[in-house]
Antibody
Framework: QLQLQESGPGLVKPSETLSLTCTVSGGSINSSSYYWGWIRQPPGKGLEWIGTIYYSGSTFYNPSLNSRVSISVDTSKNQFSLKLSSVTAADTAVYYC??????????WGQGTLVTVSS | DIQMTQSPSSVSASVGDRVTITCRGSQGISSWLAWYQQKPGKAPKLLIYGASNLHSGVPSRFSGSGSGTDFTLTISSLQPEDFATYYCQHTNSFPFTFGPGTKVDI
């Protein structure tokens, strides 16, 4: 059974960089069949796609975040990571990692709340 | 970018009711559409992909239809565990966008 688990600080100061890691278990991230994505959800609001990475390292980002976001993959650790720079209170959200198949997200992590506050 | 809208934004229903939720894209996306169910405090779960294909393990009371710009999610007989928020997402191309959600409550 594939499982994804987000990890990282739950509190980040304004203007700093948010860093999260997603650890994949029960399956290999090094597969040509899947992509791996990040999605976020501000409290009480809807879902926003952040970006996606392929095992080869190819990345695709939401244009609204493009200048601040970076996603990387470490196939040796079966992990992929998110960095979001220059955060503000508007970046406070539950961040999810998920496996992506032809666009849809079929397996999700449980999500981790990241609060931006001084 | 393709924008997704959903209607209604919320619906009140009873156990056993037939519920239909509509999703519309700002441009044609063929059948590149997914539906998700999200319960409070939980991650979304994939219900439907390719507009009408039931994801593994999803009960058959859920069904999806449509193509182009207009899509529907139907729950044929609402069960207590179906009270949740439902989101559509176009899977046509980057950047992916989700609809604003439809809350199904009692």
């Amino acid at each position: 059974q594939l499982q994804l688990q987000e990890s990282g600080p739950g509190l980040v100061k304004p203007s700093e960089t948010l860093s999260l890691t997603c650890t994949v278990s029960g399956g290999s991230i090094n597969s040509s069949s899947y992509y791996w994505g990040w999605i976020r959800q501000p409290p009480g609001k809807g879902l926003e796609w952040i970006g996606t990475i392929y095992y080869s390292g190819s990345t695709f980002y939401n244009p609204s975040l493009n200048s601040r976001v970076s996603i990387s993959v470490d196939t040796s650790k079966n992990q992929f990571s998110l960095k979001l720079s220059s955060v503000t209170a508007a970046d406070t959200a539950v961040y999810y990692c998920a496996r992506q198949v032809t666009g849809d997200f079929d397996y999700w992590g449980q999500g981790t709340l990241v609060t931006v506050s001084s | 970018d393709i924008q997704m809208t959903q209607s209604p934004s919320s619906v009140s229903a009873s156990v056993g009711d037939r519920v239909t939720i509509t999703c519309r894209g700002s441009q044609g996306i063929s059948s590149w559409l997914a539906w998700y169910q999200q319960k409070p405090g939980k991650a979304p779960k994939l219900l439907i992909y390719g507009a009408s294909n039931l994801h593994s393990g999803v009960p058959s009371r859920f069904s999806g239809s449509g193509s182009g710009t207009d899509f529907t999610l139907t729950i044929s007989s609402l069960q207590p565990e179906d009270f949740a928020t439902y989101y559509c997402q176009h899977t046509n191309s980057f950047p992916f966008t989700f609809g604003p959600g439809t809350k199904v409550d009692i």
